[in-house]
């Protein structure tokens, strides 16, 4: 079982990036998933999440990232993506993906109650870096 982040660079405030997760040696189908970043010096925070569904997906996005990052999930691919737009400096971080077990609550996903310890497998991470 892995997963394998991917998408992360420099970029200038103002910018954008798409991080891409795949995962291999399972299938996503029935995995809601999360981003999270750690920034130098502090905890690791969750950004973003996305439930297993298919007609009825549902996300829960930080305050801090809302009207600028969007979730979304290719199951067909394996693979779920992180667009991020208008990037702040504040943005700075490791992001690294991960799974929820399937029997995790939609509704408590999209609360955003879901805690790192809940999620059972992390990806290596991808540097972000945004800097003039």
């Known amino acids: 079982v892995q997963l394998q982040a991917s998408g992360g660079g420099l970029v200038q405030p103002g910018g954008s990036l798409r991080l891409s997760c795949v995962a291999s040696?399972?299938?996503?189908?029935?995995?809601?998933m999360g981003w999270w970043r750690q920034a130098p010096g502090k905890e690791r925070e969750r950004v973003s999440c996305?439930?297993?569904?298919?007609?009825?997906?549902?996300?829960n996005y930080a305050d801090s990232v809302k009207g600028r990052f969007t979730i979304s999930r290719d199951n067909a691919k394996n693979t779920v993506y992180l667009q991020m737009n208008s990037l702040k400096s504040e943005d700075v971080g490791v992001y690294y993906c991960?799974?929820?077990?399937?029997?995790?609550?939609?509704?408590?996903?999209?609360?955003?109650?879901?805690?790192?310890?809940?999620?059972?497998?992390w990806g290596q991470g991808t540097l972000v870096t945004v800097s003039s």
């Open positions: 996305i439930s297993i569904g298919y007609s009825d997906v549902r996300t």
């Open positions: 040696g399972f299938t996503l189908d029935y995995s809601g």
């Open positions: 991960a799974t929820l077990p399937a029997h995790y609550s939609d509704i408590s996903l999209q609360m955003g109650l879901s805690r790192a310890d809940e999620y059972d497998y």
